[in-house]
């Protein structure tokens, strides 16, 4: 087992990952690939359902619009506070200063109906949300009969039979997920559902958790079925791996794995926390890992490969709300085209925006311009292209350091209240009866080897902690520092993991050392701050983690089959439950060192 400690032979991983399918939910998107892949697919977590009747107006297609908000006179002056001290730190102007001719805030827009559009900012399209059939006359071309081919091609084109293959070529499709969904016009009779927000299932009184968990299941599957190409049939031959952001709780881990065993129909199934995976996706066993994902950023330590819960702190923000920022930005300095972009109610703008943060902003000191080509999206018609000069672009992402300035309040997570009916999934789960397999055996005996390692190990019953005030630097500094140990303090402030598609904007990895290292209280004998690099892409090395997890585990003592699962009888309601999902994920580690 020592070879596989510092890494998995390429042809060995094709071998056994072939059937073997890695699932990383996020909020915003979500990250699924086969194990002898190299990359995932990444789609954007989502799924828009057609109405009946009417057109729902524009602001109703959101389903969950009703629980955003909007910015309050409070939030607008710490907005504006928080910009002026980033622009002190960046130095660049502040809000209220007179602005130089070399830092001037006039529109540089021009007419872009005759303007080519930048190979680099290409426009979205609407998309077409009729099903696509076959007309009458090509379904004819395959015939064999060329008889009969001969006698209809010389019939009218006006005739009923044309008609009717235009009339069926109209029908509208029942659902579309992904990409796809966030691009439909308003102005058609369709409702987007994200059914995980801000971390946690999307739950709400105007979006019932059975709904959520249908919906979760429809987008799985058609992922499974039309991008993967592995069809319902064949599917009790695959393994599938769930790789679990720290946000969620016992109560979703479970929905989610009766949805992978059950509904989804894989034949076995592990469960592993999203730091774990990122930690071994590096090839590393200890480190503080912060996952900036697009609407939630996660920061808790790993030592010996083992997530210490206690550690664990959320952050109600991330790359939409910087997204979001730069779109005020813009408007505050008058560099945005007088366009009518809302990211919060029309999905596409969204897009766009996610776009031109990713391209321009970045973390540096001094002016940040760019010449860009911003669209507009008005209902029904083609994207209208306008150029610009978009100033300040290193402001946006300073956000994840001064929160104040992103106001995430106006996309707020969604109500909690529908946990409080059930039993508490984090609690202490040593001594309830487990399933056990055919033959007998113990489902998860497996634990007891190995065990002695992690005696020193309480087992957390404590929920993820939420400390939505905190700034990303505060946040690593608290998380380190409540270890405890002043050893093992040290070693993880020089082994910080970033992680997650907002962790590759320019400047973050230096931003975080200069800003952790300042957080640090002057009585902390620490003096060194170093983000280590990233051995594969951060946007998905949560996911290349799970697949190597996957792939060194021989054993499978930790895996949950489908049949103990469904006989087992872990349902809402009943005496039985797996292991908390912590313990669960240090079994891995159990044999490697054995």
């Given at each position: 087992?020592?070879?596989?400690?510092?890494?998995?032979?390429?042809?060995?991983?094709?071998?056994?990952?072939?059937?073997?399918?890695?699932?990383?939910?996020?909020?915003?998107?979500?990250k699924?690939?086969?194990?002898?892949?190299?990359?995932?697919?990444?789609?954007?977590?989502?799924?828009?359902?057609?109405?009946t009747?009417?057109?729902?107006?524009?602001?109703?297609?959101?389903?969950?619009?009703?629980?955003?908000?909007?910015?309050?006179t409070?939030?607008?002056?710490?907005?504006?506070?928080?910009?002026?001290?980033?622009?002190?730190?960046?130095?660049?102007?502040?809000?209220?200063?007179?602005?130089?001719?070399?830092?001037?805030?006039?529109?540089?827009?021009?007419?872009?109906?005759?303007?080519?559009?930048?190979?680099k900012?290409?426009?979205?399209?609407?998309?077409?949300?009729?099903?696509?059939?076959?007309?009458?006359?090509?379904?004819?071309e395959?015939?064999?009969?060329?008889?009969?081919?001969?006698?209809?091609?010389?019939?009218?084109?006006?005739?009923?039979?044309?008609?009717?293959?235009?009339?069926?070529?109209?029908?509208?499709?029942?659902?579309?997920?992904?990409?796809?969904?966030?691009?439909?016009?308003?102005?058609?009779?369709?409702?987007?559902?994200?059914?995980?927000?801000?971390?946690?299932?999307?739950?709400?009184?105007?979006?019932?958790a059975?709904?959520?968990?249908?919906?979760?299941?429809?987008?799985?599957?058609w992922?499974?079925?039309?991008?993967?190409?592995?069809?319902?049939?064949q599917?009790?031959?695959?393994?599938?791996?769930?790789?679990?952001?720290?946000?969620?709780?016992?109560?979703?881990?479970?929905?989610?794995?009766?949805?992978?065993?059950?509904?989804?129909?894989?034949?076995?199934?592990?469960?592993?926390?999203?730091?774990l995976?990122?930690?071994?996706?590096?090839?590393l066993?200890?480190?503080?890992?912060?996952?900036?994902?697009?609407?939630?950023?996660?920061?808790?330590?790993?030592?010996?490969?083992?997530?210490?819960?206690?550690?664990?702190?959320?952050?109600?923000?991330?790359?939409?709300?910087?997204?979001?920022?730069?779109?005020?930005?813009?408007?505050?300095?008058?560099?945005?085209?007088?366009?009518?972009?809302?990211?919060?109610?029309?999905?596409?703008?969204?897009?766009?925006?996610?776009?031109?943060?990713?391209?321009?902003?970045?973390?540096?000191?001094?002016?940040?311009?760019?010449?860009?080509?911003?669209?507009?999206?008005?209902?029904?018609?083609?994207?209208?292209?306008?150029?610009?000069?978009?100033?300040?672009?290193?402001?946006?992402?300073?956000?994840?350091?001064?929160?104040?300035?992103?106001?995430?309040?106006?996309?707020?997570?969604?109500?909690?209240?529908?946990?409080?009916?059930?039993?508490?999934?984090?609690?202490?789960?040593?001594?309830?009866?487990?399933?056990?397999?055919?033959?007998?055996?113990?489902?998860?005996?497996?634990?007891?080897?190995?065990?002695?390692?992690?005696?020193?190990?309480?087992?957390?019953?404590?929920?993820?902690?939420?400390e939505?005030?905190?700034?990303?630097?505060?946040?690593?500094?608290?998380?380190?520092?409540?270890?405890?140990?002043?050893?093992?303090?040290?070693?993880?402030?020089?082994?910080?993991?970033?992680?997650?598609?907002?962790?590759?904007?320019?400047?973050?990895?230096?931003?975080?050392?200069?800003?952790?290292?300042h957080?640090?209280?002057?009585?902390?004998?620490?003096?060194?701050?170093?983000?280590?690099?990233?051995?594969?892409?951060?946007?998905?090395?949560?996911?290349?983690?799970?697949?190597?997890?996957?792939?060194?585990?021989?054993?499978?003592?930790?895996?949950?089959?489908?049949?103990?699962?469904?006989?087992?009888?872990?349902?809402?309601?009943?005496?039985?439950?797996?292991?908390?999902?912590?313990y669960?994920?240090?079994?891995?580690?159990?044999?490697?060192?054995?």
């Amino acid at each position: 087992m020592d070879s596989l400690k510092t890494g998995v032979p390429s042809q060995f991983a094709v071998d056994r990952g072939a059937t073997v399918v890695v699932i990383n939910p996020g909020s915003a998107n979500i990250k699924i690939g086969l194990g002898n892949q190299d990359t995932p697919l990444i789609v954007p977590h989502c799924i828009a359902r057609r109405t009946t009747g009417v057109n729902v107006p524009p602001r109703k297609n959101v389903l969950d619009q009703v629980l955003n908000s909007q910015v309050t006179t409070a939030q607008h002056v710490e907005r504006e506070r928080a910009y002026d001290t980033i622009a002190s730190f960046l130095k660049i102007p502040s809000l209220n200063e007179e602005i130089s001719n070399s830092y001037s805030r006039k529109m540089a827009r021009f007419d872009g109906s005759n303007l080519p559009t930048s190979k680099k900012d290409p426009a979205f399209t609407w998309t077409d949300v009729f099903e696509k059939k076959p007309d009458f006359f090509s379904t004819l071309e395959t015939s064999t009969n060329n008889d009969v081919i001969q006698q209809l091609s010389d019939l009218n084109k006006d005739t009923k039979l044309k008609e009717s293959a235009t009339v069926s070529e109209s029908k509208y499709r029942e659902f579309i997920c992904g990409e796809e969904a966030l691009r439909i016009s308003p102005c058609e009779p369709y409702c987007l559902r994200r059914p995980i927000r801000r971390g946690h299932f999307n739950v709400s009184p105007y979006y019932p958790a059975q709904q959520v968990l249908e919906d979760l299941r429809a987008i799985w599957e058609w992922i499974l079925t039309e991008k993967l190409h592995i069809p319902l049939s064949q599917r009790s031959s695959y393994s599938a791996v769930l790789v679990v952001p720290e946000t969620f709780d016992n109560r979703e881990i479970k929905e989610l794995l009766s949805i992978i065993l059950g509904d989804l129909h894989f034949n076995i199934a592990v469960i592993h926390q999203e730091a774990l995976a990122t930690v071994f996706g590096n090839g590393l066993s200890t480190a503080c890992v912060v996952n900036i994902g697009a609407q939630v950023t996660s920061v808790i330590c790993v030592e010996d490969g083992v997530a210490l819960p206690a550690t664990g702190i959320t952050l109600s923000f991330g790359g939409e709300d910087v997204s979001r920022c730069l779109l005020w930005t813009q408007r505050h300095h008058q560099t945005w085209p007088p366009i009518r972009t809302d990211a919060v109610a029309k999905p596409i703008d969204l897009l766009m925006l996610n776009r031109l943060k990713e391209t321009y902003c970045q973390i540096k000191e001094g002016e940040t311009d760019a010449i860009v080509v911003v669209h507009s999206y008005e209902d029904g018609m083609s994207a209208g292209a306008h150029k610009t000069r978009l100033t300040a672009l290193n402001v946006p992402s300073m956000g994840l350091f001064y929160p104040k300035l992103l106001v995430p309040e106006v996309y707020p997570p969604p109500p909690r209240t529908w946990f409080h009916d059930y039993e508490d999934m984090l609690e202490d789960t040593l001594n309830v009866e487990y399933p056990r397999r055919p033959d007998g055996s113990d489902l998860y005996s497996g634990f007891n080897a190995g065990s002695s390692m992690w005696e020193s190990y309480p087992v957390f019953t404590n929920k993820h902690k939420k400390e939505e005030k905190l700034g990303l630097a505060e946040a690593i500094t608290k998380s380190i520092l409540s270890t405890g140990r002043i050893d093992l303090q040290r070693k993880l402030f020089c082994s910080i993991q970033l992680g997650g598609g907002a962790s590759i904007t320019n400047g973050l990895v230096a931003a975080v050392e200069d800003r952790v290292l300042h957080a640090i209280p002057p009585n902390e004998a620490i003096d060194t701050v170093e983000v280590l690099q990233s051995r594969n892409n951060p946007t998905y090395v949560s996911w290349k983690g799970g697949v190597i997890l996957a792939i060194i585990d021989f054993s499978h003592e930790a895996w949950i089959y489908r049949e103990d699962w469904i006989r087992g009888g872990l349902y809402i309601g009943s005496n039985r439950k797996y292991r908390d999902s912590y313990y669960i994920q240090a079994q891995p580690m159990c044999y490697m060192s054995s």
